[in-house]
């Protein structure tokens, strides 16, 4: 006879209730403007450590951009209302010009990057080019992870991961909770050693490496990896070392880990603060500089920013890509058909950099997601560009065709 033992009861403590981290993608919007608040709480994480000294981000005169929403004329804080922005930040010529904060969120905290980080991260394999870590972009990646000899990964290069192009099977899909990505970040929430190199691993080929663009989280991931082999460092200290320190960021940031001690993910859901992705887009809008001191290679913004692939026309019908003006992508950043860069997150995260404009606009978000996302809500992507060209236009850098 089998006798049941339940639990010894318990003391009524006041506890803490935090999100589910195995539903990061599904959360209800309640829960997201709370947990991309707290990301390093829920996954196993690593902290890219501020300089000693931050660098003061001059400032011009607010900008009070007007643009269309419905058929109404809305500011700012209606464009934060409509579309739940945690976050906002313009900055023309270098100088901040609006700068706002909602949902909770203030100066010091670390919202969640979601894969506007893959952007980020493509920038240190142009450091470890010139540092010599990387001889070039067409270098096996099993020379740095051999353990994926004899996968789908055989034959991928790095510049295949930067772009995207590692012709290998991979379901995207958010809502879909057996999707590849959902099974990768189930494993993050499990925090599981070695978790998401198994799931890479296991992957089958479905096109010839370099045939073809296909978004793929993994390979950002791998991406990773094969920059933290070859420099020799984890991928946070290199981060930290490279540009964190010297481009003078204000606030401590972090990136999520597969497990304690594990891997960094460097293409999803690492954290940082509304000024510091100013910082880091504005760098990225001066070629790599950063108050006259190079931390990019020469060059290397012009290489990351040259269309690799355009995009497939399956890609292009969808309505985020039609709103966002999206035509190619570059090294893991989407190219606009007006010239801008952009950074692009799950769930309305954005650094726009248009370097003719001299304009750069930081969004942080938390835009409702299926199933919670309802079908008659406005085109919050496409209100996101209208924005943008109104406070082009504010600052004097051209409304654009929006």
């Known amino acids: 006879m089998t006798i049941e033992r339940f639990p010894e009861p318990e003391p009524a403590l006041a506890r803490e209730h935090l999100p589910p981290a195995e539903e990061f993608l599904r959360w209800p919007p309640g829960l997201q403007a ?19 000294v931050p660098r003061e981000l001059p400032r011009g005169i607010e900008i009070r951009p007007v643009y269309d929403a419905g058929g109404a004329a809305a500011g700012v804080a209606e464009f934060m209302d409509r579309n739940t922005v945690a976050g906002l930040l313009v900055m023309h010529d270098g100088r901040v010009v609006l700068e706002r904060y ?20 493509a920038m240190l394999v142009g450091v470890a080019l010139a540092d010599g870590a990387l001889p070039g972009l067409d270098v096996p ?14 034959r991928v290069t790095v510049r295949h991961l930067l772009t995207m192009s590692s012709g290998v099977l991979w379901n995207e ?21 070695g978790g998401v190199f198994d799931i890479m691993r296991r992957l089958p080929a479905a096109r010839e490496p370099g045939a073809v663009w296909c978004y793929n989280s993994g390979d950002t991931y791998l991406l990773g990896a094969v920059l ?14 490279r540009v964190w320190q010297p481009a003078g960021m204000e606030f401590d940031a972090f990136y999520t880990v597969e497990s304690p001690d594990g891997q960094e993910i460097g293409g999803s859901r690492a954290g940082m603060a509304l000024r510091d992705f ?7 809008a001066d070629d790599g500089r950063v108050a006259g001191q190079r931390l990019l290679p020469a060059g290397w913004v012009d290489e ?16 985020a890509v039609q709103a966002l003006r999206l035509g190619s992508y570059g090294y893991s950043w989407w190219l606009s058909t007006d010239g801008a860069m952009i950074a692009r997150g799950f769930a309305g995260q954005f650094l726009y950099i248009h370097r003719q404009r001299r304009l750069v606009v930081v969004c942080l978000a938390a835009f409702p997601q299926p199933p919670h996302a ?29």
């Open 304 to 319: 990351v920013s040259r269309p690799a692939f355009p995009l497939p026309s399956e890609t292009l019908a969808m309505p």
């Open 34 to 52: 709370y947990g991309y608040r707290i990301v390093d709480r829920l996954f196993a994480s690593r902290v890219v450590p501020r300089g000693a």
């Open 102 to 121: 909602g949902l909770g969120l203030r100066e010091s905290d670390r919202w969640s990057t979601m894969s506007t980080i893959k952007s980020m991260t």
């Open 374 to 402: 309802s079908a008659i809500d406005h085109d919050r992507d496409a209100e996101f560009m209208r924005f943008v060209d109104a406070a082009a236009g504010a600052c004097g850098a051209g409304a654009g065709p929006g």
């Open 173 to 193: 899909s958010y809502p879909d909770r057996d999707s590849d990505v959902n099974r990768y970040s189930r494993s993050l929430a499990n925090q599981v050693p």
């Open 141 to 154: 990646v099993v020379r740095y992870l051999p353990a994926l000899a004899g996968s789908a990964y055989e």
């Open 228 to 241: 933290s082999a070859a420099t020799g460092r984890r991928l946070a200290d290199y981060m930290a070392e």
């Open 278 to 284: 100013g910082r880091f887009a504005q760098m990225v």
